[in-house]
């Protein structure tokens, strides 16, 4: 076995081999760094690495498996944790020169959980700025590059991430996904990411309030098995977090197993209110819709009308930023990135009867979704309007590419997923296809609120009639 098929390897491959220390988890950390430490310059996915914590932690993981002890569920699995998360004694920095030099004491839970489980920490994955936009550029790391073409941006805010599964410098990552930040960047990357119904997997500790109300955790694999074995380790209840739900008590990697024998899908490509969609996407969603099908599974368009809710998404995204960062606005503000200073402003500018109007569109959303599942078991859609691109970074803000005639803003590039972080649906975006000059395409896979279970299912289903893993981005 090559050097290159061991950083490629499933995780629950390489969980099996550390089990019978076919392979060591050493074994395996020491060929991943390795990578790393050839690749990640080109692209910029780790933002802080953590080698001799990981290299301790895999030494400790195989004298387990020697002393027969009980392993955990992801033992001896080399693991990114996304750099808005907390890691004990390790620089998380939120992508801002605010924290650059920040040293936590703690564990987030959720970190805890992986450790637990016995993750082997890689290192941190690089954000945009407080994960305000779904491109990964700060002012402490710079930007963090496609695998696939690095002219242009590996998506975000979990982009990091999404890069260093794409690249095989990392099996597992952890993200996050307050507006489309799982899923934007692995459309972007070619991964598969998995956003989990809102309040699934526990946030604790947080300081701020901006998405607290929307922002889920989940994991960025190349395996739809992957993300079921990492969701196992994450999942439940912590009395921390008051939106944390109780543990659902199902395998998800045993539910892989099955398919769902009566499932109707429907699809939309508008969500009734997108205007923007390239050719390319749009050929690649409806042929991957097609492959249905072969299950002899309901397939049609769903004539889905949700009014625009952007104007909604923004009230609540810019109070949040206006509030948590309101005296680095008034005394650091050249440390932060232009941007992130527009949000705060419109928070800062924001009325209550704002609020209130967002609060309805928001309900608004959530009664159309939930009159749709009444009628379906899943919702396909694009996952972004077009795949990667090169941002145009600015002092006057981040420009966007043009579909047609239309330039695409900032809510246009996340207007397929931000709607099911308002919902706090369960959502996946998959790997559909790929566009002429060789960029990754995704399909968003969106369940009923706490069916993860469908999500999933339907994700494996869709892996095992057309998988994706044998394409690789080449790094010469």
Same mark, same amino acid.
């Given at each position: 076995?090559?050097?290159?098929?061991?950083?490629?390897?499933?995780?629950?491959? =390489?969980?099996?081999?550390?089990?019978?220390?076919?392979?060591? @988890?050493?074994?395996?950390?020491?060929?991943?760094?390795?990578?790393?430490?050839?690749?990640?310059?080109?692209?910029?996915?780790?933002?802080?690495?953590?080698?001799?914590?990981?290299?301790?932690?895999?030494?400790?993981?195989?004298?387990?498996?020697?002393?027969?002890?009980?392993?955990?569920?992801?033992?001896?699995?080399?693991?990114?944790?996304?750099?808005?998360?907390?890691?004990?004694?390790?620089?998380?920095?939120?992508?801002?020169?605010?924290?650059?030099?920040?040293?936590?004491?703690?564990?987030?839970?959720?970190?805890? $959980?992986?450790?637990?489980?016995?993750?082997?920490?890689?290192?941190?994955?690089?954000?945009?700025?407080?994960?305000?936009?779904?491109?990964?550029?700060?002012?402490?790391?710079?930007?963090?590059?496609?695998?696939?073409?690095?002219?242009?941006?590996?998506?975000?805010?979990?982009?990091?991430?999404?890069?260093?599964?794409?690249?095989?410098?990392?099996?597992?990552?952890?993200?996050?996904?307050?507006?489309?930040?799982?899923?934007?960047?692995?459309?972007?990357?070619?991964?598969?990411?998995?956003?989990?119904?809102?309040?699934?997997?526990?946030?604790?500790?947080?300081?701020?309030?901006?998405?607290?109300?929307?922002?889920?955790?989940?994991?960025?694999?190349?395996?739809?098995?992957?993300?079921?074995?990492?969701?196992?380790?994450?999942?439940?209840?912590?009395?921390?977090?008051?939106?944390?739900?109780?543990?659902?008590?199902? #395998?998800?990697?045993?539910?892989?197993?099955?398919?769902?024998?009566?499932?109707?899908?429907?699809?939309?490509?508008?969500?009734?209110?997108?205007?923007?969609?390239?050719?390319?996407?749009?050929?690649?969603?409806?042929?991957?819709?097609?492959?249905?099908?072969?299950?002899?599974?309901?397939?049609?368009?769903?004539?889905?009308?949700?009014?625009?809710?952007?104007?909604?998404?923004?009230?609540?995204?810019?109070?949040?930023?206006?509030?948590?960062?309101?005296?680095?606005?008034?005394?650091?503000?050249?440390?932060?990135?232009?941007?992130?200073?527009?949000?705060?402003?419109?928070?800062?500018?924001?009325?209550? =009867?704002?609020?209130?109007?967002?609060?309805?569109? $928001?309900?608004?959303?959530?009664?159309?979704?939930?009159?749709?599942?009444?009628?379906? #078991?899943?919702?396909?859609?694009?996952?972004?309007?077009?795949?990667?691109?090169?941002?145009?970074?600015?002092?006057?803000?981040?420009?966007?590419?043009?579909?047609?005639?239309?330039?695409?803003?900032?809510?246009?590039?996340?207007?397929?997923?931000?709607?099911?972080?308002?919902?706090?649906?369960?959502?996946?975006?998959?790997? @559909?296809?790929?566009?002429?000059?060789?960029?990754?395409?995704?399909?968003?896979?969106?369940?009923?609120?706490?069916?993860?279970?469908?999500?999933?299912?339907?994700?494996?289903?869709?892996?095992?009639?057309?998988?994706?893993? #044998?394409?690789?981005?080449?790094?010469?």
């Amino acid at each position: 076995m090559n050097k290159e098929e061991i950083c490629f390897m499933p995780a629950y491959e =390489m969980l099996e081999k550390i089990k019978t220390q076919e392979l060591t @988890s050493t074994e395996i950390t020491e060929t991943i760094i390795e990578r790393i430490e050839r690749i990640n310059p080109i692209i910029n996915a780790y933002c802080t690495p953590t080698f001799e914590l990981a290299r301790e932690t895999a030494k400790k993981a195989d004298e387990i498996v020697k002393k027969g002890e009980k392993l955990g569920l992801l033992h001896g699995i080399p693991t990114s944790i996304k750099d808005l998360m907390l890691l004990k004694g390790i620089r998380t920095t939120y992508g801002s020169l605010l924290h650059e030099n920040f040293i936590p004491e703690d564990d987030e839970i959720v970190v805890k $959980r992986l450790k637990k489980a016995g993750c082997v920490i890689l290192g941190k994955t690089n954000t945009p700025e407080f994960g305000h936009v779904a491109l990964t550029n700060n002012k402490i790391f710079g930007e963090t590059k496609n695998p696939w073409d690095r002219e242009t941006n590996s998506g975000g805010s979990s982009g990091g991430a999404a890069a260093s599964v794409a690249a095989g410098i990392g099996p597992l990552a952890l993200g996050s996904d307050g507006g489309g930040s799982i899923r934007v960047p692995s459309s972007c990357c070619g991964v598969y990411g998995l956003k989990p119904t809102f309040g699934r997997i526990p946030r604790y500790p947080h300081d701020t309030i901006t998405f607290w109300s929307m922002d889920h955790y989940g994991p960025i694999v190349r395996y739809v098995k992957d993300a079921a074995l990492m969701l196992n380790v994450m999942k439940g209840y912590h009395p921390a977090d008051k939106n944390s739900l109780t543990d659902d008590n199902i #395998d998800y990697v045993k539910i892989l197993e099955e398919k769902p024998k009566k499932t109707k899908i429907g699809y939309s490509m508008t969500l009734g209110f997108g205007k923007a969609l390239e050719d390319e996407v749009k050929e690649s969603i409806l042929d991957g819709i097609q492959k249905f099908e072969q299950y002899d599974w309901d397939v049609e368009e769903a004539k889905l009308k949700i009014k625009n809710p952007g104007s909604a998404f923004k009230t609540f995204a810019s109070i949040g930023y206006a509030y948590d960062l309101q005296k680095a606005y008034n005394n650091r503000f050249e440390d932060l990135c232009p941007d992130l200073i527009s949000i705060i402003k419109l928070g800062l500018d924001t009325s209550s =009867m704002n609020i209130g109007k967002a609060r309805e569109q $928001r309900k608004r959303v959530y009664e159309v979704m939930y009159q749709y599942f009444r009628n379906y #078991d899943v919702l396909i859609t694009p996952t972004t309007p077009c795949p990667a691109f090169k941002p145009g970074w600015s002092e006057s803000g981040t420009t966007f590419p043009t579909i047609g005639k239309k330039t695409l803003s900032t809510m246009d590039w996340i207007m397929y997923t931000f709607p099911f972080n308002m919902t706090g649906l369960p959502a996946a975006s998959i790997p @559909s296809g790929w566009t002429n000059s060789g960029l990754p395409i995704g399909m968003q896979i969106v369940g009923k609120r706490y069916d993860e279970r469908t999500v999933l299912q339907v994700s494996k289903a869709f892996e095992d009639i057309a998988p994706w893993q #044998d394409k690789k981005p080449q790094f010469n």
